[in-house]
């Protein structure tokens, strides 16, 4: 093996191949701490040949693979195992935004570079990339297309995959593939593109990119209304499409404890006067005029509102975005978090929360169900915070039996136990649960096929 790191250290050179402990660290672990490792060897390629040369030797000398970008995934897919033997292959310097098409609504990218990056380019030419999260400073655009991020604007443009026309991708042999087309129409046979989304590096290394761009909206109207359950908040959505043109670019749900947590911890004022049990965070672009307090009116003449304010200022309509960025890392603060990224059917929504609540319940009374996100298309962060007074490890090591409590509800509904957050290493070993035997058959097959020697990120997504 150490012939074989060395010849990898030789491609990117000695200043770019990272073999430290204190300089390695920072790519062994992500920000929540659960996820560590440990590897032989850190590379910072600078070019789409550097990782063509890379996955070549590596490939030859039958040396795992684990491709890492930003460092902000949730699942563990980017972060080397405690075996010592992956050598991570990090994309941080390949940033370059490589053509803006304004006419075209298109921006081509390498995979390294930042979102926060992307979204600033698009709007230099006067146009928006959509894909926006809590990371946006910190993740890259690698990662987001590897993982089908989704986020906050996923209602009205879909997830990352929908904002994709083409990719370059390096395969396992060292091949690269470059599909770096704009067009909005190519139907000559399988979709290669599509493969590679979502699937965690597992099958190849995204390099680049073609993202679509949007029209920049013109107004933004940004309301924080407090409702008085989940079916409230479903019924609004349907209002607020009805009355806004079909304007609803955001709609979060959040539940009065995550909004409390994030009052108590992280400095967030309360957006409304008095405390409701639930609160919807809904955002229309370019909406036909008066159509807020349309719905404002009609919801409240339904008793789907109870309160509502509208955002009078960028800084006012960021602090209500900051009240729901901030819950995730509030929670730290009230000791262990199980956290799980779910979808069910938008329509079925409420009815998940109260059978998941009343199921957790049941196996671990006092429970605080810190639910909240995407109600627009059925995402719900449904995380649980400890007991109080409950000692936070003994909590945590019950992980894997309250996935269970949870799952099992979520699979009632024909839900889907990662909605935007991936796999990885988290939940591989459930996929023979929630993959049929052709649809596991079929990926194995995918995976021999394009990385036969099994050295892009073993044990992610599919189970070994």
Known sequence: MSDALNRLAAVVGEKHAIRDAAGMDGYMREWRQIWTGRSPLVLRPGSTEDVSRILAIANETRTPIVPQAGNTGLCGGQIPTDAGNEVVLSLERMTRILDVDAADNTITVEAGAVLKSVQEAADAVDRFFPLSLASEGSCRIGG??????????????????????????????????NGLKRLRKDNTGYDLRDLFIGAEGTLGVITAAVLKLFPKPRTVETAFIAVPSPQAAVDLLSLARELSGNRVVGFELIADIALQFAIRHAGVRHPLAE?????????????????????????????????AALAQSDAQRSAFWAARELISESQKSEGGSIKHDVSVPVSKVPQFLA??????????????????????????????????????????????????????????????????????????????????????????????????????????????
Not at 147 to 174: F, K, P, Q, S
Not at 287 to 306: C, D, H, N, W, Y
């Open 144 to 177: 987001n297309l590897s993982t089908n991020a989704g986020g906050l604007n996923v209602i009205a443009y879909g997830n990352t995959r929908d904002l994709c026309l083409g990719l370059e991708v390096v395969l396992a042999d060292g091949r690269v593939w």
């Open 275 to 307: 405390a409701s049990p639930w609160y919807v965070l809904a955002e229309l672009a370019d909406p036909v005029p008066g159509a807020m307090m349309a719905i404002f009116e009609s919801a409240m003449a339904r008793g789907l509102v109870t309160d």
């Open 355 to 464: 059978a998941a609540d009343e199921a957790v319940s049941r196996f671990l009374p006092g429970s605080r169900f810190v639910s909240f996100g995407h109600l627009g298309d059925g995402n719900i962060h449904y995380n649980i915070s400890q007991p109080v007074g409950m000692d936070k490890e003994a909590f945590l090591g019950m992980w894997n039996e309250v996935n269970d409590v949870v799952f099992e509800v979520v699979g009632r509904f024909n839900g889907s136990i990662s909605a935007e957050h991936g796999i990885g290493r988290l939940k591989a070993y459930r996929m023979p649960e929630i993959k049929s035997a052709v649809e596991l058959d079929m990926m194995r097959g995918l995976k021999r096929l394009l990385d036969p020697n099994n050295i892009l990120n073993p044990g992610r997504v599919l189970p070994e």
